[in-house]
T-cell receptor
Framework: AQTVTQSQPEMSVQEAETVTLSCTYD???????LFWYKQPPSRQMILVIR??????QNATENRFSVNFQKAAKSFSLKISDSQLGDAAMYFC?????????FGTGTRLTIIP | DAGITQSPRHKVTETGTPVTLRCHQT?????MYWYRQDPGHGLRLIHY???????DKGEVSDGYSVSRSKTEDFLLTLESATSSQTSVYFC????????????????FGSGTRLTVV
């Protein structure tokens, strides 16, 4: 079984500043993938970033980057130069054994 | 996303009635999933399919059944709807290669808001 824990129900950040969202996970799979998804008020689930567990290098996508600590089973998301359009729910998720398991989400507010 | 559509977008139904939600994909992906989203719980897996007529249960499968008679369609049925099944339902498809099982991410439909009164 897989579990994903997001311990920050809500976060806020000033526009143009940097914010880090936390995520820990647990899985018995040796081959797994980690994701961050964004869900704006439109309800659409949008893939932000993907990390392959066998790769030590942290994934980056423009202003989004992760800090993947495999031994600690930690997978945090850093958003740099925060923009108003980043306001959304963010979900951490773990894919293993054919299934994707989600955390409970962090609601990110951007303060103008 | 253009590769996956869900219908209907919204539905209100009465307790005890059967309800079927449809998910259609044009990507020819092997894996299809049904999730429900509730406040404080994130998305939880109901059922998933790894091929035509091949399905398996997720963590919240009680009260739900699924069918997949074609690669492109995955149906979720609430046999007798209850108020606890009021939720937003998402379908997802997954691009996983047959060789090595590499996963390239999940694509989600726009969701169905189901209200059981």
């Amino acid at each position: 079984a897989q579990t994903v824990t997001q311990s920050q129900p809500e976060m806020s950040v000033q526009e143009a500043e940097t914010v880090t969202l936390s995520c820990t996970y647990d899985t018995s799979e040796s081959d797994y993938y980690l994701f961050w998804y964004k869900q704006p008020p439109s309800r659409q689930m949008i893939l932000v970033i993907r990390q392959e567990a066998y790769k030590q290098q942290n994934a980056t996508e423009n202003r989004f980057s992760v800090n993947f600590q495999k031994a600690a089973k930690s997978f945090s998301l850093k958003i740099s130069d925060s923009q108003l359009g980043d306001a959304a729910m963010y979900f951490c998720a773990c894919h293993g054994n054919e299934k994707l398991t989600f955390g409970t989400g962090t609601r990110l507010t951007i303060i103008p | 996303d253009a590769g996956i559509t869900q219908s209907p977008r919204h539905k209100v139904t009465e307790t005890g009635t059967p309800v079927t939600l449809r998910c259609h994909q044009t990507e020819n992906h092997r894996y299809m999933y049904w999730y429900r989203q509730d406040p404080g719980h994130g998305l939880r897996l109901i059922h998933y399919s790894y091929g035509v007529k091949d399905t398996d249960k997720g963590e919240v499968s009680d009260g739900y059944s699924v069918s997949r008679s074609k690669t492109e369609d995955f149906l979720l049925t609430l046999e007798s709807a209850t108020s606890s099944q009021t939720s937003v339902y998402f379908c997802a498809i997954s691009e996983t290669t047959y060789e090595g099982g590499r996963n390239y991410g999940y694509t989600f439909g726009s969701g169905t808001r189901l209200t059981v009164v």
